[in-house]
């Protein structure tokens, strides 16, 4: 009786085919994981599958590309906003998105980020900032909280050395080339649901011609963090949200 | 109707000639001394004839990555800068080479190292045919000689890099790139449609039809096994393009006693300095590669078994001279003169070192 | 007699990774991380309280392996 239940009509929520079979690099609790299958599911049912070119970053989601079954370039570090930069001017139909981490998009790209955002191409920046360099091994991040231990900073980041957390999404509101930027995380059921909203309206954007939509993900790195991907989540809704509060910064 | 004769700065010749090659993009940022590519682009403004898009970008990092950019989506896109800014692109190019996006890359040379100087030279020749950037990878490199090579190596060199899905480089110099000549420039060619685009790039990023597997441009691959083939299959186009792409020109060598070996502004010079050593009853001959890379190794060697002594000639201190000796084998001397930080060598000079250090 | 919401979920057990995301996740208790382990050796995700769950796809939603597939009926209540 029991198996009477698993019955298509019965479906309610399952992978969708726009993210494929190949399981994802990523470490257990990852957020990474549920941001691409927020992607995907928005470009399944916005139906743009066919018209939709990803731009991969360097840093832990360099390999975005092998989980979609979509068109993807992978850029090199930081550069992803001029590479989507080129392909929307040429393919002025195609929606297109960068996907980049906090080192990615706030340290080595901050020029190609903040001037792509500035001429308001109208890409979508999908910006995943967990305040640490997952790839190479937990790193100091621009985005690393004060006090925050990283393995380049084992103390805690130090203001007076290092510099102060990078708060790239408010500066980049201050641009007038952005259309939408929205600060959002994925750490339960609710919080994904609004989040996924924001992608949806920052894929519609594409097409508008009224600037660039960047959506930041506040997000977790258990790994390197040292923590349960539970406490990671409790560990960013405590801290990481102080730094960088969730919401909408911008919608024009 | 007769072709029509323009009097234009290399420069802008290889901007109009890139409007009717057909490109569908260009993306640089202003460096002395090219900056009339973008200015000439900007001030024509061919995305209201032909739909050519035409961007300053925020630096040369920014531009050669969106070469990459369009490049993978399989449109027809090129970048121009001088040396201090190719320096800067040589990541991307690296990359462009390693995922073989065809494109073209322009560096008007001008001298190094460091900031240097606005006046020509060639000392980038080891960074344009040798590498530049990181990894085992070669770029076709092209060395115009006159305002007419400008226009017309700019289709050819799309022609080369969709050919063999390689990066081209047009190597020019300060010199060619700010005279003006006379010049007929290329007949314009329709920009591709995107059915063209699709029969020509089926490998590129321009969206997945359900009909195909999701096309990738990455040069990412951990697995060393699958890396050691990608460069494999890289070093097996290089050998492929080595048998068929090698370009040069002679002149006066049929009875040639000494050569000169020049490129590009050079080879212009020592065209005349042949012609004053012949009017001195030396009997002296040149040759001039046109292709740097992949070099006239093979046309040098022959040259070399009929002649007492080479001198090539450079604007740096003695770049392709290590190719000129690879070539010659030590069967004939070879020495080598040139001019550095900006200076052109007269054909007085060249004729007086030939003399010094060749017929001694 | 009722109707009642009666959800069941079937976990990818070979691609979950044992983050036990949906188990935090999961407002009714429904799930554990099995003592069993996959090919990778991960202990995956599993139905403890199989009853008591009500389809409401918070375990799948939160899932970063896309490895939950939820179903949700209504059934006749007998009590």
């Given amino acids: 009786m029991e198996n009477d239940i698993f019955k298509p009509e019965n479906l309610v929520y399952t992978k969708t085919p726009v993210l494929n079979d190949t399981p994802m690099h990523y470490c257990p609790g990852c957020s990474h994981g549920v941001v691409h299958k927020l992607v995907a599911e928005v470009v399944d049912e916005m139906g743009i599958q066919e018209d939709t070119i990803g731009i991969a970053p360097v840093g832990c989601a360099v390999f975005a590309y092998r989980y979609f079954e979509m068109d993807f370039q992978e850029a090199a570090h930081g550069r992803a906003p001029a590479v989507a930069t080129a392909i929307k001017r040429l393919y002025p139909e195609k929606y297109v998105f960068t996907y980049q981490g906090d080192g990615d998009l706030a340290a080595i790209g901050t020029a190609e980020t903040i001037h792509a955002c500035n001429r308001g191409e109208n890409i979508l920046i999908i910006f995943i900032n967990n305040a640490i360099y997952g790839m190479t091994g937990g790193q100091m991040a621009p985005t690393t909280l004060e006090g925050m231990k990283t393995s380049t900073c084992p103390y805690g980041r130090d203001t007076t050395i290092n510099g102060y957390p990078l708060n790239i999404t408010d500066l980049l509101v201050q641009l007038k080339g952005t259309r939408y930027i929205t600060r959002q995380s994925v750490h339960n059921a609710a919080s994904i649901l609004k989040a996924k909203k924001a992608l949806k309206k920052g894929f519609q954007n594409c097409m508008e011609k009224k600037g660039t939509s960047v959506i930041e993900f506040v997000s977790t790195c258990n790994s390197g963090w040292k923590m349960s991907p539970a406490k990671a989540n409790e560990w960013m809704v405590e801290n990481m949200f102080k730094a960088y509060p969730l919401g909408d910064l911008k919608d024009i | ?360 | 007699m009722g109707t009642k919401i009666k959800g069941a979920i079937l976990v990818n057990e070979e691609r979950c990774k044992g983050c036990g995301l949906c188990v935090v996740a999961c407002p009714h208790d429904v799930l554990t991380l099995s003592k069993k382990v996959n090919a990778k050796g991960y202990n995956f995700a599993t139905m403890e309280h199989p009853d008591a769950c009500v389809g409401c796809a918070s375990c799948g939603y939160v899932c970063p392996d896309a490895c939950i597939s939820v179903y949700r009926t209504k059934v006749e209540s007998s009590n």
């Fill in chain 2, 1 to 360: 109707m007769a072709e029509e004769i323009q009097l234009l700065k290399g420069n802008e010749a290889l901007a109009l000639a890139a409007i009717r090659s057909g490109a569908d993009g260009y993306f640089g940022y202003p460096i002395t001394p090219q900056s009339e590519v973008m200015e000439t682009l900007m001030a024509v403004e061919p995305w209201k004839t032909t739909g050519m898009v035409v961007l300053q970008a925020e630096s040369e990092l920014s531009s050669i990555n969106m070469v990459y950019g369009g490049a993978a989506a399989g449109k027809q896109v090129m970048t121009s800068s001088s040396s201090p800014g190719i320096s800067l692109m040589q990541e991307g190019i690296s990359y462009i080479a390693a995922c073989e996006l065809p494109c073209l890359i322009v560096n008007v040379q001008r001298g190094g190292p460091g900031l240097g100087t606005i006046q020509p030279s060639q000392s980038d020749y080891f960074q344009a045919t040798k590498g530049g950037g990181h990894g085992d990878y070669h770029l076709i490199v092209l060395a115009p000689a006159s305002v007419q090579e400008m226009a017309d190596f700019t289709v050819l060199a799309f022609d080369l890099a969709f050919k063999y899905r390689n990066p081209v480089m047009m190597l020019a110099d300060g010199l060619i790139g700010q005279m003006m000549e006379k010049v007929v420039l290329p007949e314009q060619r329709p920009r591709r449609t995107m059915e063209q685009i699709k029969e020509q790039c089926p490998w590129a990023t321009w969206g997945k039809p359900s009909s195909r597997k999701p096309n990738i441009i990455t040069s990412l691959e951990l697995d060393s096994k699958d890396m050691e083939q990608n460069n494999l299959r890289l070093q097996k186009k290089y050998k492929e393009i080595s048998d068929h792409e090698v370009r040069y020109e002679e002149f006066e060598t049929s009875d040639a006693e000494y050569l000169l070996i020049a490129f590009g502004a050079c080879a212009r010079i020592c065209q005349k300095a042949v012609e004053e050593a012949r009017a001195q009853g030396i009997r002296l001959g040149l040759i001039r590669p046109v292709t740097l890379w992949p070099f006239p190794y093979k046309a040098i060697a022959e040259q070399a078994n009929k002649v007492k002594g080479i001198l090539s000639v450079e604007m740096n201190a003695g770049q392709m001279v290590e190719d000129v000796r690879l070539a010659v084998k030590g069967n004939v001397p070879v020495e080598f003169f040139g001019r550095l930080g900006g200076i052109i060598p007269t054909p007085d000079e060249i004729v007086t070192a030939l003399k010094e250090k060749i017929i001694k």
